[in-house]
């Protein structure tokens, strides 16, 4: 939580994710983290029918396939997500749409304790961007999209001494940055 509020104050853009994921790997290893793998990744699409949750899968796979109960969470998310289809008339026409979002973004982590009590997290962000044109006369449909997917993801690690050393320190921000947002609430 420290790292996610230092990074927001650094790189309120949420369009710069790398810096933004830099910010906050930073302040994690200036804690007692230790950054075991990092890494960031673009793709471009240019296509008539690109499947982003395929993508994400992929990434997902790859870094929590040692953690099932986390892949089955990020793979039941996606199936979710898909199956939220608008739902459209039977028979259409003729229909046109032109749709972009600047930016989509979630991010996802699992957490898990080591035999030898080490904690580690392991972390993927996602940042979507797309443009994309579907026209359908009668029962045929014409998809135009351009996506660019960024991801990040790390494992990152830390020992239970570590953090219990710094757990007083970690404490007292987040209870501060609480207690100053409490301020803030209107009257109930």
């Known amino acids: 939580m420290l790292a996610q509020l230092v990074a927001k104050k650094k790189v309120p853009d949420g369009a710069r994710l790398f810096d933004w994921y830099d910010t906050c790997f930073d302040a994690l290893s200036h804690i007692g983290w230790a950054v075991q793998d990092k890494s960031f990744a673009v793709y471009v699409e ?3 029918d690109f499947q982003a949750h395929q993508a994400i899968l ?3 796979c790859a870094l929590l396939s040692t953690t099932t109960a986390g892949l089955a969470l990020v793979k039941a998310t996606l199936q979710a ?9 039977w028979i259409t026409l003729f229909n046109r749409e032109s749709q972009s979002a600047d930016s989509a973004r979630f991010q996802v982590s699992v957490a898990e304790q080591t035999p030898g009590g080490e904690l580690v997290v ?4 996602f940042g979507l961007q797309a ?9 045929f449909k014409s998809h135009a999209s351009e996506i660019t997917l960024r991801h990040s993801s790390a494992r990152v690690g830390i ?3 570590v953090l219990a050393g710094v757990r007083d320190g970690l404490e007292a921000k987040l209870v501060g940055f609480a207690n ?3 301020k803030t609430l209107p009257d109930l």
Request: glycine residues 6%; proline residues 3%; aromatic residues 8%.
């Open 122 to 125: 392991l972390q993927m962000a």
């Open 159 to 161: 020992g239970t001494a």
């Open 131 to 139: 443009r994309t044109t579907l026209t359908q006369v009668l029962f």
């Open 81 to 89: 997500l898909q199956s939220m289809d608008a739902n459209g008339p």
């Open 180 to 182: 100053d947002f409490f």
């Open 46 to 48: 240019q296509s008539q």
């Open 58 to 60: 992929q990434v997902a």
